[in-house]
């Protein structure tokens, strides 16, 4: 009993031994905290979807190159719609006949022509046509007139301009037109034998003022009727005077000279147009 006794003391010696020798050990296998060293990942969330309550959103257009220009553009159209119930024009084409009454001096006369054998004055056939382009409510164009009169032909050549009032489909305009005039193919009456009509030479400057109104049956065609008063500056060379008989001496003389004439004339013609 007593060596039982005395062992004791050995046992708890090598139990503290290895305590101290295992403690590192356990201490390093063991976990730093309570959590891992990094956070798990988790999936992100799907975007929401754009459709929402039965809503779809419209689909998106690419910008206009030039969003100032075509908006200009559409303030134009509207306007235009608006004011007349028609669409923007840029160009258009008209032809004209009707009548008018000229006077190639009635207003000054200085031996233009010798009325005992060539009319001075009378009423004839007018023919038009005329070609431009529009900017709003202003035309600019050119206008061709052909007056046929029984003693004589009277063409014109014009630069012309008008102001235009759209009214629906009604359209009232007031235009100024001024360009180049000239008379020829001569009729005399009572002319001696050899009078050469054909080397009277007669050219000037020719001015128009006039207002019209037009009806667009659509936007494409109008038909309207137009009056215009006509101011004529014309002069004639006495170097290419006609020959002229011996019996008539008067005419002679009359024609060796230059000559001039102011004249007026007043017109009203029917008018059909074409618009693009």
């Given amino acids: 009993?007593?060596?039982?006794?005395?062992?004791?003391?050995?046992?708890?010696?090598?139990?503290?031994?290895?305590?101290?020798?295992?403690?590192?050990?356990?201490?390093?296998?063991?976990?730093?905290?309570?959590?891992?060293?990094?956070?798990?990942?988790?999936?992100?969330?799907?975007?929401?979807?754009?459709?929402?309550?039965?809503?779809?959103?419209?689909?998106?257009s690419p910008a206009p190159a030039n969003p100032g220009e075509n908006e200009t553009y559409r303030q134009l159209n509207r306007a235009e719609r608006e004011?007349?119930?028609?669409?923007?024009?840029?160009?258009?084409?008209?032809?004209?006949?009707?009548?008018?009454?000229?006077?190639?001096?009635?207003?000054?006369?200085?031996?233009?022509?010798?009325?005992?054998?060539?009319?001075?004055?009378?009423s004839s056939l007018l023919l038009g046509a005329g070609a431009g382009v529009r900017l709003i409510f202003l035309t600019?164009?050119?206008?061709?007139?052909l007056a046929r009169q029984s003693a004589w032909d009277l063409w014109t050549l014009n630069a012309e301009v008008a102001l235009h009032l759209?009214?629906?489909t009604l359209e009232p305009s007031f235009s100024l037109s001024a360009g180049y005039a000239s008379l020829g193919s001569f009729e005399a009456h009572n002319a001696p034998a050899g009078f050469e009509l054909e080397r009277i030479d007669i050219t000037g400057f020719d001015a128009r003022l006039g207002a019209a109104l037009d009806w667009y049956l659509n936007p494409l065609l109008s038909?309207?009727?137009?009056?215009?008063?006509?101011?004529?500056?014309?002069?004639?060379?006495?170097?290419?005077?006609?020959?002229?008989?011996?019996?008539?001496?008067?005419?002679?003389?009359?024609?060796?000279?230059?000559?001039?004439?102011v004249g007026v004339g007043v017109s009203v013609t029917a008018v059909?147009?074409?618009h693009f």
């Fill in 1 to 60: 009993m007593a060596h039982t006794s005395r062992g004791h003391p050995y046992v708890g010696s090598v139990a503290a031994i290895l305590a101290i020798l295992t403690a590192p050990l356990v201490r390093a296998q063991a976990p730093s905290g309570p959590y891992p060293s990094s956070p798990p990942s988790y999936p992100r969330p799907a975007a929401p979807p754009l459709q929402t309550g039965g809503l779809t959103p419209p689909p998106s």
């Fill in 83 to 122: 004011d007349a119930g028609r669409g923007l024009e840029f160009v258009w084409l008209a032809v004209e006949s009707g009548y008018e009454y000229l006077s190639l001096d009635g207003l000054h006369a200085s031996k233009l022509v010798d009325a005992s054998v060539i009319d001075s004055s009378g």
């Fill in 140 to 145: 600019l164009g050119a206008r061709f007139r």
């Fill in 166 to 168: 759209p009214l629906g």
């Fill in 223 to 261: 038909l309207g009727i137009q009056s215009q008063v006509e101011l004529l500056v014309l002069s004639r060379s006495g170097a290419a005077q006609p020959a002229v008989a011996t019996s008539a001496p008067e005419l002679g003389e009359l024609y060796a000279s230059d000559g001039s004439g």
């Fill in 272 to 274: 059909a147009g074409l």
